[in-house]
């Protein structure tokens, strides 16, 4: 992608960095980690500093969105990841019955780790992942705020989230590293990284050229037949394709191409 990975890679704001540094310090009291992945990029969007942060810690890998990605494509990764000997659920963090499951594992996995009669529990994850939205659905109450857009947790903040279960929410961290660029168009996609970062018609692209390769008779409109359609002109009959792109990014988000899972555990590359 060109000039648009060096923007990428140079995009790590002092609040992450921050926050890397005040989740170690908070480590020692930490006894339960819930990492939140996006289910249609379960190995893009895991950073490898959190996965080191975690260390051996007891651990729930919670893949947010599930009713965005194809439900045959998500059990296979929650049995691939059961396979590495690690816990995995699949929820939807606007439903409060399936964000529900996470509270009672933290409950059970609780019972075995308490100190002193409190345990506590470290919710992180890539931006834009679905942490905010799943911390509101523990609390059932709006507590962090929600937002299609990376970056919009900034500080580290406590919550009672049972009786003797203390739950920090984090703001969402990427990888200070270079992105290849498979990763690159998979988190601009799913809203992990800022819009002001990538040219949203090479992420449309990239995405189209990725879905015919692979089902080459979709019905997914191309980036180019959707700004047609949804008439995206400017004046003089010149097609808008910037705006197009963003507006099929977010019709991709909300579902109106239906479930896509943009990684499977067998796939032969992460690009």
Not at 91 to 106: K, L, N, Y
Not at 216 to 239: D, L, N, V
């Amino acid at each position: 992608m060109g000039s648009e990975s060096e923007a990428i890679a140079g995009w790590y704001p002092g609040h992450m960095a921050k926050a890397v540094r005040r989740m170690r310090e908070s480590l020692a009291a930490i006894d339960i980690i819930v990492e939140v992945v996006d289910a249609r990029i379960p190995r893009s969007g895991r950073n490898p500093t959190l996965d080191a942060l975690a260390g051996r810690r007891t651990r729930i890998l919670t893949l947010s969105r599930e009713d965005l990605a194809e439900s045959a494509t998500t059990k296979r990764w929650l049995d691939d990841f059961a396979r590495q000997g690690l816990r995995a659920i699949a929820v939807d963090g606007r439903q409060p019955r399936s964000v529900a499951r996470i509270a009672t594992t933290v409950t059970r996995l609780a019972a075995g780790t308490a100190r002193k009669g409190m345990s506590r529990a470290l919710i992180i994850g890539v931006p834009n992942s679905g942490k905010s939205s799943i911390v509101n659905g523990l609390m059932r109450r709006s507590v962090a705020k929600t937002a299609n857009r990376a970056g919009v947790t900034r500080q580290l903040q406590w919550f009672r989230l049972a009786p003797g279960i203390e739950l920090m929410d984090t703001p969402g961290v990427l990888a200070p590293t270079r992105l290849d660029a498979g990763a690159q168009w998979k988190l601009a996609i799913c809203g992990a990284l800022p819009q002001d970062r990538y040219d949203p018609q090479h992420v449309a692209a990239a995405f189209y050229s990725w879905l015919i390769a692979r089902h080459p008779r979709t019905r997914i409109p191309s980036p180019r037949a959707f700004a047609a359609a949804r008439g995206f002109m400017r004046s003089g009959g010149e097609i808008d394709h910037h705006n197009a792109a963003r507006s099929y990014i977010r019709a991709l988000n909300d579902g109106a191409f239906g479930r896509i899972s943009f990684e499977s555990p067998d796939d032969a590359q992460a690009a």
